[in-house]
């Protein structure tokens, strides 16, 4: 009896556990990801130019959040080449409060971005349902800001939109995956971006070196590795 037991708990597990994820040469992996990142921009509104022309432009920065699908490749039994393309955006409305003038517009303020990415993850497992990986790349990042009303009109109508800011440059990631069930689980990492920006408005050019840190976390799931 007490072998029966056994075996029929041991049949069970076999039955319901998650499959082990054997990862070699062919096989893909594909990720949809919640992100967080670092938007850069440059414009004349904050370099306090006037609703003329710009005579100078100035570059800041705001946080942004989005999503992306993600992309691996197994080149080898620890090599995988990997392709990201994600888009990132952030919202914000001001209502007028009692000491603003009386039919004071909202103030609202857009960003949109996107970006896209190839690079290379040294990838290795840890026991039978941990993956982690870790490796660098290289990222195109382009964006704009929108202010509404035009902060330069005479009157509180219309919108301001800035230039887009392209950025190029160098990123690193280390990050990790845990299987939840037959062929899926969920990733997430962390990274840091290191790059060359720049943008034009009316004849002003600012170019600038920013660097942000950044990170995803999504659904994974796996193919041809099984």
Do not use: C
């Amino acid at each position: 009896m007490k072998y029966r037991i056994v075996a029929l708990a041991a049949l069970v597990l076999t039955t319901f556990a998650p499959a082990a994820w054997a990862l070699g040469k062919g096989t893909s992996m594909l990720a949809i990801e919640l992100i967080h990142g670092t938007a850069d921009y440059a414009d004349k509104l904050t370099a306090g130019s006037g609703p003329g022309p710009a005579d100078y432009i100035t570059a800041w920065e705001h946080s942004e959040g989005g999503f992306q699908a993600q992309y691996w490749y197994m080149m080898s039994e620890d090599y995988a080449l990997t392709l990201t393309a994600g888009f990132g955006s952030f919202w914000e409305t001001d209502k007028p409060g009692q000491g603003a003038v009386a039919g004071s517009p909202d103030l609202e303020f857009n960003t949109n971005s996107y970006n896209l990415r190839i690079g290379g993850d040294r990838v290795g497992k840890i026991g039978e349902r941990t993956i982690m990986y870790g490796g660098p790349g290289i990222e195109f990042w382009s964006g704009h800001a929108t202010f509404k009303p035009d902060p330069f009109a005479a009157t509180p109508t219309g919108e301001y939109k800035n230039q887009n800011t392209t950025r190029i440059g160098l990123s690193a990631r280390i990050g990790a995956t845990m299987l939840i069930g037959d062929g899926w689980g969920l990733t997430t990492h962390v990274g840091g971006r290191y790059g060359y920006a720049s943008t034009e408005e009316d004849g002003a050019k600012a170019t600038w070196t920013p660097s942000s840190i950044e990170a995803s976390a999504g659904v994974l799931w796996m193919f041809g590795g099984q």
